[in-house]
């Protein structure tokens, strides 16, 4: 059986989204942001289209006066992530090669 790959997480700064949340309860905009290196137009793109699957919640308040973001992973989106990189796995050790040093 083909490994599958999930066409919504599989996007580069999606997974990287995603495999930052997976480590974490919730995170601020700003450190994806700048974790990631990306722009705040391609994080809010990217961070609504995990949303519309499912995968992230996003929620909006304030700290103090000023307006923030945080992102969370769903149950969906863990579950999601989950089989990505078991999919990643399978292709790669399939093909012999080994992703770890030694």
Do not use: C
């Not at 599958?4 to 999606?14: E, G």
């Not at 450190?31 to 995990?50: G, P, Q, T």
């Amino acid at each position: 059986m083909t490994p599958q790959l999930n066409p919504v997480i599989h996007a580069p700064t999606r997974l990287q989204i995603v495999a930052l949340l997976a480590a974490a309860d919730e995170a601020e905009f700003a450190f994806v942001r700048d974790n990631l290196d990306v722009s705040d137009s391609v994080l809010s793109k990217h961070a609504s289209a995990l949303e519309a699957a499912g995968y992230v919640k996003i929620r909006k308040g304030h700290v103090g006066k000023r307006p923030r973001t945080w992102f969370s992973l769903t149950h969906e989106g863990r579950a999601a992530y989950t089989a990505h990189v078991a999919a990643l796995q399978a292709i790669v050790t399939r093909s012999g090669l080994s992703v770890l040093p030694g």
